[in-house]
């Protein structure tokens, strides 16, 4: 029997940085792919983040001369969750009386709501950073909370186990 020690301290931990890195390469990699020439590459993992964004090229950020494939608001989110994200988990021992005043998680929700339906009421007073920065906010604050959630959930399945790790 192998026990595998995890060199961030926990399962949690290990495996929320390698789905935060494999997001995040899923997201850069199409654009270096396209520039290099591998277009059916490209193409294939581009059109694998269609089901959770709009993916509409004049409002993503592009990078090396192709859109990336997710747009400003998304990258945003996803930007402030691996911040946040990254900043719970630098906190493992913070409980939930050290969480943001969940007035600010609405507050944040308020704003992503707000910059989502202002074209309707306000064209042209979006930009790609506007979107960006609502969507950044949200994730940023809404990770501390699914880190709690994560952890509480993978403490309950370690209690259960009541082992280590075997292959």
């Not at 494999?22 to 993992?45: K, Y």
């Not at 192709?66 to 493992?92: D, V």
């Not at 950044?136 to 699914?146: C, E, H, Q, S």
């Amino acid at each position: 029997m192998v026990k595998i020690r995890f060199w961030c301290g926990s399962r949690l931990a290990f495996y929320s940085v390698a789905f935060l890195t494999f997001s995040w390469c899923l997201i850069l990699l199409p654009s270096i792919l396209f520039s290099e020439g591998w277009n059916a590459a490209g193409a294939l993992l581009h059109a694998s983040l269609r089901p959770i964004c709009h993916q509409i090229p004049d409002r993503c950020f592009h990078w090396l001369g192709y859109p990336l494939p997710i747009c400003a608001r998304c990258l945003g989110m996803l930007s402030g969750f691996t911040l946040g994200w990254t900043a719970a988990l630098g906190f493992e021992s913070v409980r939930r009386s050290c969480l943001p005043d969940r007035r600010w998680l609405w507050i944040s929700l308020g704003l992503l709501a707000l910059d989502a339906f202002s074209p309707f009421f306000f064209p042209n007073v979006q930009t790609h950073w506007t979107r960006f920065l609502s969507g950044f906010f949200f994730g940023l604050l809404f990770a501390p909370y699914a880190h709690l959630g994560a952890r509480e959930v993978s403490e309950e399945f370690s209690r259960k186990q009541q082992g280590a790790v075997t292959l």
